[in-house]
């Protein structure tokens, strides 16, 4: 693995679902909970549909720049699925934005914890920056960054590849210089386009090595370089 540290850089910004959790394993886990839940009331199955179009109507809209994207984002699947817009708001926070959150802990590739403790150790800016609100998903992992930032955000409301929530952070941390700042992300199509568009350093998540040693890795590379 190339050793990006030898640049000293200044902040490391992640992204989150898939970068620092092995998101496979969630889905696994939140597909049984749902078959469960559903299986019992097959009258509320229409619920299923709902977060099927939430996230398509999001997928669709990558780089999309507009005014409240919060609420824009419940609006899409509404007007898709004919649900209005109170019901589309309390599937989609229960199943997407609230009860996987549990799972996030055991979730999380090996070494993630280790390598911030090692960024903070050497004065490093930490940051994540999500599609998705982070917030609660960081509290629920127990980790803690130094800044957060979400697309839906008020001041962003901007969809990756967009590179607005990151030059956001960049502003925010007074990074005047972006060859110091470092994005590691798992979509290369998003993230990595992202990174591009704000001139910033990139890792892409080898999905396949982050079960195992991929962030450890990180770790050791990060630990050869000297103060």
Not at 37 to 48: H, V
Not at 63 to 83: F, P
Not at 181 to 209: H, M, T, Y
């Amino acid at each position: 693995m190339e050793n990006f540290f030898f640049n000293k850089p200044q902040i490391v910004v992640f992204d989150l679902d898939g970068t620092l959790y092995e998101q496979a394993k969630l889905r696994k886990i939140m597909l049984f909970k749902l078959l469960g839940y559903y299986m019992l009331r097959p009258w509320k199955f229409s619920d299923i549909l709902i977060l099927y179009h939430f996230r398509k109507e999001r997928e669709q809209r990558a780089g999309l720049q507009g005014a409240d994207l919060n609420e824009a984002q419940y609006r899409w699947c509404s007007d898709k699925t004919g649900k209005d817009l109170s019901t589309v708001k309390k599937v989609v926070d229960k199943w997407i934005l609230n009860y996987p959150n549990v799972y996030l802990k055991e979730c999380i590739y090996p070494g993630v914890i280790q390598f911030l403790a090692e960024l903070k150790e050497r004065d490093i800016i930490t940051a994540v920056y999500s599609d998705y609100d982070a917030v609660k998903k960081l509290e629920y992992m127990q980790l803690a960054v130094d800044i957060v930032v979400s697309s839906t955000d008020f001041n962003i409301n901007s969809f990756k590849p967009s590179p607005k929530g990151l030059n956001y952070i960049l502003s925010t941390m007074e990074i005047t210089d972006k060859s110091k700042s470092l994005f590691i992300g798992d979509r290369d199509e998003l993230d990595g386009k992202c990174a591009e568009n704000a001139g910033v350093p990139f890792i892409l998540v080898d999905k396949q090595s982050a079960r195992e040693d991929f962030y450890l890795r990180l770790l050791s590379n990060l630990q050869n370089i000297k103060n």
